[in-house]
């Protein structure tokens, strides 16, 4: 069923991963180095992530979450016109401006479903959706324009805002007193860790994914396109259709095991075309992974939706930023695509470790407690 939520949160996943998804290539083309877009990309996970945990924060303790839906999406929508300037220093300026709309926004609008009693998987479903358009449009359209990719992004949040002037909010319940960020974070670290590490890895990997299929596998930005919608569309079907229905924790433990399959998985073809099928894989995975955590960190308490919301938002630019400086590294080193991978798989199976042996711990300390 639509709802302007999940509208909104369509648009504004079909603009940041159409960008997301071929930054990199723009970059390489204005002539950044390898580094440089790898130091770009930190710089928008350090404004990004503060930017969430703020306005996260904000929306808890003083309300008015719409406003920060459509602030957040303004804001993101001028940073990324700014991108198609095609200069070095430009670049670098506008992709950290757009970490602040792209945080800002998330969180509150999270926050807004919840309140309202939606389904997180089914919300979630129409950003994955959303992922999936926007890069088998922004693929067509590279093939002409490159720069018409960031406009196309720019005009996608720009309907975003517009829908959410006509979004009401529920009243809420009030509290005087509200946790800490800190406090919060704590009472789910498990989570929340196991989020960080894993999506850090693999955004080492994102950090050249559009590179390593045009240049190594022999993909155009059609087909770059193609292989993005295809994780897309298996992550809407899956979290539309399973992911409100199982158990929050078993997901995160199998959204981690799908995850080191896909990462192996994708250092074994010779062309694009191989990468294709792992992407279904690696859309289940997230799917999993993603929900599983958003569910498990907001069903906790009635109280500091948008802060533990902002806490997961304000995670992925987070890991964005570690895994640019993972991916940074390895590059400067003289490390492969291929290094990168592998890191990733390995980073992951030791993360599935620790996540199950803390499960297993409270598991056991909960039997102590019934006896």
Known sequence: MLSREGIIQFLANLATLSVFT????????????????????????????????????????????????????????????????????????????SGIGMGMFAPALVALVSDKGDKIGNFSAYGSFGWAVGVLVSGIIGLFCIEGIFIFASLSFIGAALIAFTLIEEKSISKKYKDSVLVVFWERKE?????TIRHSFASAIWVFWSL???????????WVGIIQCC???????????LTDKLNSRRMISLGLILSSISFIS?????????????????????????????????????????????????????????????????????????????VATIATLITLSGFLFTERRSQISAEKTLE
């Open 266 to 342: 994708f250092t074994i073809p010779q062309t694009f075309w191989g990468i294709i099928p792992l992407q279904v894989i690696l859309g289940f995975s997230w799917a999993f992974l993603y929900v599983g955590t958003l569910r498990s960190s907001i069903e906790q308490s009635s109280f500091d939706k948008s802060t533990a919301a902002g806490i997961i938002t304000s995670i992925l630019p987070v890991a964005s930023l570690i895994g640019s400086f993972i991916a940074l590294i390895i590059t400067a080193i003289g490390g492969s695509y291929i290094d990168i991978m592998l």
């Open 212 to 222: 390593f299929l045009i240049i190594e596998l022999g993909a155009d930005t059609f």
């Open 231 to 241: 994780n897309g569309l298996t992550q809407a079907i899956v979290m539309n259709t």
């Open 22 to 97: 071929y930054i990199p290539y723009w970059g390489h083309r204005i002539g950044l180095s390898n580094p440089e877009i790898a130091l770009t990309a930190l710089i928008y996970g350090i404004i990004a992530f503060s930017s969430g945990i703020l306005s996260g924060r904000l929306s808890d303790l003083v309300g008015v979450r719409k406003i920060f839906v459509i602030i957040g999406s303004l804001s993101a929508a001028a940073a990324i016109i700014g991108l198609i300037i095609p200069y070095k220093f430009e670049f670098v300026l506008f992709r950290g401006l």
């Open 191 to 195: 989570v929340f860790l196991t989020l």
